[in-house]
């Protein structure tokens, strides 16, 4: 992402952050169906990585709970 | 399947509900930075309860106010504390993590929580620390948002 798009959301996030708490739920808390995923009643899982593992073996790879790919890797490694 | 209806206070009601049943958790993951006022969007809650059998019972009590619709198996599971637990026979979706990516201690991760909001949120360099050991495509998308969302909170709250 380059650094001018990252300013726009900075002054996106200062705007933000002058909403009430109330409305930061009413633009934030939004609704889109999500295939397989919402089709279950509930899960459970012994264990966070058995949940991923789920997810990626389950969940179609548009959602992005799949493998990252390369510079994905890089972004999530860069600390 | 799809829901019929969907309510954005759905943080709110949790709020309300856990704090009669005095559950001790924390909001986390974008949920969590939304309350902190991150401009992002999600459709579910995430929560972090401590992990004992008698939250878990509390827990259990709260949701059954909220009209989520629990079977024994389910109970059993959140009495229990399995790791994770998602639930979408309610009113919204709620994710039970009882032991989130990245974050080792509940009673560290509580140490350091933030209530600016009037909710209980874990701070965000956890959101943003359990975001990145998660490890997946979406949390690579989200990481730099968030990461800038920090640095624009972090400033403003020295002002």
Request: glycine residues 6%; charged residues 30%; aromatic residues 10%.
């Given at each position: ?5 990252l300013e726009d959301f900075r002054q996106q996030c200062e705007r933000n952050l002058q909403r009430?708490?109330?409305?930061r ?55 | ?35 902190l006022g991150y401009p ?105 948002l968030?990461?800038a969302f920090q640095e624009v909170y972090e400033k403003r709250k020295i002002r």
């Amino acid at each position: 992402m380059k650094d001018d798009d990252l300013e726009d959301f900075r002054q996106q996030c200062e705007r933000n952050l002058q909403r009430s708490v109330a409305d930061r739920m009413r633009y934030g808390f939004c609704y889109v169906y999500k295939p397989v995923l919402d089709d279950a009643p509930w899960r459970s899982f012994d264990s966070t990585a058995a949940y991923r593992k789920w997810c990626r073996e389950n969940l179609p790879e548009y959602l992005g709970y799949g493998e990252p790919d390369a510079l994905q890797k890089e972004i999530l490694n860069a600390a | 399947m799809p829901r019929d209806q969907f309510s954005p206070a759905q943080a709110q009601e949790v709020a309300a509900a856990f704090a009669a049943h005095q559950v001790d958790y924390m909001f986390i993951g974008k949920s969590g930075a939304i309350l902190l006022g991150y401009p992002g969007t999600t459709q579910d809650v995430d929560v972090y309860p401590r992990k004992d059998p008698e939250n878990g019972a509390r827990i259990i009590g709260a949701l059954k106010d909220l009209s989520f619709k629990l079977d024994p198996t389910l109970e059993d599971e959140i009495v229990q504390g399995k790791d994770f637990v998602q639930i979408k026979s309610g009113p919204f979706d709620i994710d039970l993590v009882f032991a989130p990516d990245g974050i080792d201690s509940y009673a560290e991760a509580k140490s350091r929580m933030d209530t600016s909001s009037g909710f209980p949120v874990l701070n965000i360099q956890d959101i943003i620390a359990s975001k990145r050991s998660a490890g997946r495509p979406r949390d690579a998308v989200e990481l730099p948002l968030l990461e800038a969302f920090q640095e624009v909170y972090e400033k403003r709250k020295i002002r």
